[in-house]
């Protein structure tokens, strides 16, 4: 069985390389080939040594994730879902939008924390994805939508805030956010790298230490109370915990706020009294808020919050001078927005015994 060359970050593939007799300079060429230009096949790469390029057709491959549905939105949004094996597919999207194309990758083949609004974390979880795994996702879109080397970036942004708690992953989370980074491979900004998280506070520490790159918290709810049920992580790293985490990865961080994550859902968490709990709660740490429409899918028991309510909660969160902005619902004819993304999983937790979940079959491609 050969080595999946996507599984190596940079050190990975120094060492894999030394192991075998070769020089340092052999990984900045192969991830340079592979990442950068999207190559897998080793003959192509045309200045490495033929006899380098004979070893590595034995020992290795450069293996992502299968596309087996591609959707496009009205809104040009597109769904990508991939076959990652044993029955599980994971989606990713991309949204163009005009200053910057973001990719949204999923780290996990469905996710454990179960929060209570989530597509995904109701079909339950079945594993990590490794690291060729969770790259492959960027490695694949890339090719579908004709990035040119040479040219501008088509993915500009990436986002893991897709499907799985990315700290939950945390070593291969980390391994493909230093190639994201790596000038070798993707070379993004530590700005336009983002993780997602629902308050692992003790894992947001080790990030802050080994990787910083933006960061975003899923909040949800203003008090303890309401995001132990919402988000049940909270029962674990309370409020006063997740804020303090969040002053120590600022200090770290290469921007100079966290983002705030809250899913509007009519009359559970939007009223004037919860906008205002929400500004005490944070008015210690340096954040903006992001709202996001909640987007219904089966079996929910939420319904969105209206406009006006969305607005009002905007206005007093923006009238204490906190920067807001409200997240424009896209892809949901395709089930591609936020909350939606459900892939395929083969539930481990049995929570699909207790949980009616919609099921995606690995090889269709339709719209549902």
């Known amino acids: 069985m050969t080595i999946n060359l996507l599984d190596f970050d940079a050190a990975d593939l120094t060492a894999f390389f030394a192991e075998h007799g070769e020089k340092p300079f052999r990984a900045k060429q192969v991830l340079r080939w592979m990442h950068r230009f999207g190559q897998s096949d080793f003959d192509a790469m045309t200045d490495i040594a033929k006899t380098l390029r004979e070893k590595l057709r034995i020992l290795a491959s450069v293996t992502p994730p299968t596309i087996v549905s591609d959707k496009l939105s009205d809104d040009g949004t597109r769904k990508f879902l991939f076959d990652v094996g044993g029955g599980n597919a994971v989606e990713t999207v991309f949204i163009p939008e005009d200053d910057r194309g973001t990719l949204c990758v999923s780290t996990q083949a469905g996710c454990a924390l179960d929060c209570s609004f989530c597509s995904t974390g109701k079909q339950g979880f079945n594993r990590n994805l490794s690291v060729g795994e969770i790259i492959g996702q960027l490695w694949q879109a890339n090719r579908a939508l004709g990035a040119d080397p040479a040219g501008d970036r088509i993915i500009s942004n990436v986002v893991l805030m897709g499907m799985g708690e990315p700290l939950a992953n945390f070593e291969n989370t980390v391994k493909a956010l230093r190639l994201m980074l790596d000038d070798n491979a993707y070379g993004l900004s530590r700005r336009r790298v983002t993780v997602s998280t629902s308050g692992l506070v003790p894992v947001m520490d080790r990030l802050a230490d080994e990787c910083a790159v933006a960061l975003a918290v899923s909040l949800h709810a203003p008090n303890d109370k309401l995001r132990d049920e919402l988000v049940p992580i909270n029962r674990k790293y309370p409020l ?76 007093i969160l923006m009238d204490a001078g906190v920067v807001t902005t409200t997240r424009k619902t896209r892809g949901d004819d395709i089930d591609a927005a936020c909350g939606q993304l459900a892939g395929q999983v083969l539930d481990k937790t049995r929570r699909s015994e207790r949980t009616p979940r919609r099921v995606i079959d690995v090889h269709e491609v339709r719209n549902r």
């Open 240 to 315: 006063h915990e997740l804020m303090a985490a969040c002053n120590r990865y600022l200090q770290k961080a290469p921007r100079d706020f966290v983002t705030f994550e809250y899913v509007m859902l009519a009359g559970v968490n939007d009223s004037d009294e919860q906008a205002r709990e929400l500004l005490a709660l944070t008015r210690n740490v340096s954040c903006k808020f992001n709202l996001i429409p909640f987007n219904p899918f089966p079996g929910s028991p939420y319904l969105r919050s209206a406009s006006p309510r969305i607005k009002r909660f905007a206005q």
